[in-house]
Structures are given as C-alpha cells and as structure tokens.
C-alpha cells in the first residue's frame, strides 16, 4: 500500500509547515544532481498557479567525517524543507534518503530536471496510486521467482520511490529469488539482513538479484 507520510518534522519553532513546494537539488552549476554532489537546493512554489523559483538554501551533505556527520547535515537539510513535499535529484541514496524519506518528503529521481516539469511532477504526486501492485515485481514462474524493472517503473512513476515500490513485497511475500534492474542497489535493501544481494553493472543500468538467506541455506 503506498502512503505519504507527510507532516512529521516540525520547524525550528515547533510548527507544522504546510507542504506546497518543490525542492531540487543542484550542483555548483546549476543542474540538478545527486544529493552527494549537491552545492544548493531550489525552492519552487506556485504563484497564481505558475510554478516559480521561490528560494535556496545551502546544502551540503557531509561524508568525509563519518555516519554521524553525514546524518547531522542530511537532518539540517530536512528541517530547512519542511515546507516541501518533494526532493528532486538525479540520485538520493544512503543517509540522505533515509532521512528525506523518515521526514515524509516523496523522493524523485528524474535522469534530467527544467522547470516546466513541475506540473507533470505535481499531477503524479497528486494522482499517485494507492497501490503499487500494477509496476511491482512480477512473477516469471511458479517456482517463487520474480522479476522486476524498477528504471521503467519509476520513469512512468518517478513520484515511487524504490521502498515504496519493494519494501512491502520483501517483508510479506514468499519468494526464492528476486531480479531488479535500477539505477543502483538501494541501500535500505542492502541493510535487510536477512537477504542475500548480488549485483550486476552494466551500461543500461544494475541487475540486482535478490534471495532470501532462508531459501539458500534450503537450497544447499
């Protein structure tokens, strides 16, 4: 079931911010980037129901001095969007989607970003669906093997992100083995310790293979 959690962070006041604007990470360029080479983040909101730059933050996610470090500023970034109900970059992994993601920010990961994409970006957040069923993994037999395309899926539904598109497949279906292809290895998946993960890279993207440490030992 997909759900946006929205509203948990509060400001620095304590208030709830109401989410109405857009947030775009950028390089030291200009052009929208991955969160670990983001310089600044772009505010857009609507005025008189145009999409407008409305205003930037600095933005740094600092992983030189360790975890710790790199959460602190990936938690300062997301107090300074509590305003917003989406963070667009060409890639957010590790610290800092889990903390977009736990701070009820929808995550999108768009291969390039213009501003006129904002309208389309609004109606997909809008009209998201309440299930993933239809771009979820899909079984390729009847042996508990699945398969899953999740750079398409998330072409057509950049508004998914990649937990809500497999987390609750993971935790409550049987499966044997599970093949992704993405853009990366999402790294909540390669905390899940009871699953066992290889990968594949390859120019259209990473293969990703997937079992259950269970099934394994069963098949040895």
Not at 48 to 76: Q, T, Y
Not at 100 to 114: K, T
Not at 151 to 166: D, F, G, T, V
């Amino acid at each position: 079931m997909f759900r946006h959690i929205a509203n948990r962070l509060a400001t620095d006041v304590g208030k709830m911010c109401e989410r109405t604007k857009m947030a775009v990470i950028v390089a030291k360029d200009g052009s929208v980037c991955a969160a670990d080479e983001g310089a600044e983040i772009v505010k857009y909101g609507k005025r008189n129901g145009i999409w407008e730059e409305d205003s930037r933050v600095g933005f740094r996610i600092d992983l030189s001095s360790g975890l710790l470090a790199a959460r602190g500023s990936a938690e300062e970034a997301c107090r300074s969007l509590a305003d917003c109900k989406a963070v667009i970059g060409t890639s957010v992994a590790g610290v800092p989607y889990q903390i977009f993601d736990r701070g009820g920010l929808a995550i999108l990961e768009p291969a390039s970003f213009d501003p006129s994409d904002l309208p389309h970006l609004e109606k997909l957040l809008d009209g998201r669906p309440e299930s993933t069923d239809a771009v979820g993994p899909k079984a390729v037999d009847s042996e508990g093997n699945y398969e899953m395309d999740m750079i398409s899926a998330q072409n057509a539904h950049p508004e998914l992100s990649s937990k809500m598109l497999l987390k609750e497949f993971l935790e409550r279906t049987p499966f044997l083995s599970l093949e992704v292809r993405c853009r990366h290895a999402p790294p909540w998946i390669e905390a899940m310790e009871d699953l066992e993960l290889s990968s594949v890279n390859g120019p259209d993207g990473t293969l990703l293979t997937i079992r259950k440490k269970t099934c394994r030992r069963n098949q040895d």
